[in-house]
């Protein structure tokens, strides 16, 4: 059974570019969360979906990004007009269930670099 | 809010020693807490998860004991090796069903040999 799966695994874009990250949650698991990881920051939440739905995007910045998890293919992060600031490591873990029994598995990351 | 916070933010300790990274959370109110192992450019793996009806679990050289009244949990390493050098994570869910994950600001571990 795979891990989770996420490419690209580097990216790099210059300002104002698109930035696309796809991740594909282990198989049987439909519940789907993105974290960031800034330089020199901790791990923080951004959003969690289930097969077609946004369950929660509170850590979510308002402007810019959107995620969707569509019935078929991987879940895809986007970052539209990127900035510098965008500039860190993004992770993607699946579940099997919901519920705070649940562990979550990650995937290795995909390092986005804003020039 | 739960808040999540991990000392020391570094260690560094000679290879054979047995060393413990703590973890402590605001909100007693918890599942569970996850410890999570992070090298250098990589992802995070899982180490143990501890249950919050469980006082500790083990898996090899590591043990993790939490502590829901105090808001602690601890992470022991027995008999340190080059090999455990990276940085350690612990994470809460919060956030009711939602289950999102709460990380600590990690603890960076260098076993010199």
């Known amino acids: 059974n795979a891990g989770v799966m996420q490419n690209p695994r580097h990216l790099v874009r210059r300002r104002g570019q698109e930035a696309r990250l796809r991740c594909s949650p282990m198989k049987g698991h439909s519940h789907v969360y993105w974290y960031r990881q800034l330089p020199e920051e901790g791990l923080k939440f951004m959003v969690y979906l289930q097969k077609e739905n946004i369950i929660d995007e509170s850590g979510m910045p308002k402007e810019r990004f959107s995620a969707e998890f569509p019935k078929e293919g991987p879940s895809i992060l986007r970052i539209q007009q990127v900035v510098r600031g965008d500039s860190a490591a993004y992770f993607c873990?699946?579940?099997?269930?919901?519920?705070?029994?649940?562990?979550?598995?990650f995937g290795p990351g995909t390092r986005l670099l804003v020039l | 809010k739960q808040e999540v916070t991990q000392i020391p933010a570094a260690l560094s300790v000679p290879e054979g020693e047995n060393l413990v990274l703590n973890c402590s959370f605001t909100d007693s109110a918890i599942y569970n807490l996850q410890w999570f192992r992070q090298d250098p450019g990589k992802g995070l793996t899982s180490l143990l998860l501890?249950?919050?009806?469980?006082r500790e679990q083990t898996s090899g050289r590591l043990n993790a004991s939490l502590d829901k009244s105090s808001g602690r949990s601890t992470l022991y390493i027995a008999a340190s090796q080059p090999g455990d050098s990276a940085t350690y994570l612990c994470a809460v869910p919060y956030g009711g069903a939602t289950n999102k994950l709460i990380f600590g600001t990690g603890t960076l571990l260098a076993v010199q040999p």
């Open positions: 501890i249950q919050s009806s469980q």
């Open positions: 873990a699946s579940s099997p269930f919901a519920g705070g029994q649940e562990t979550q598995y």
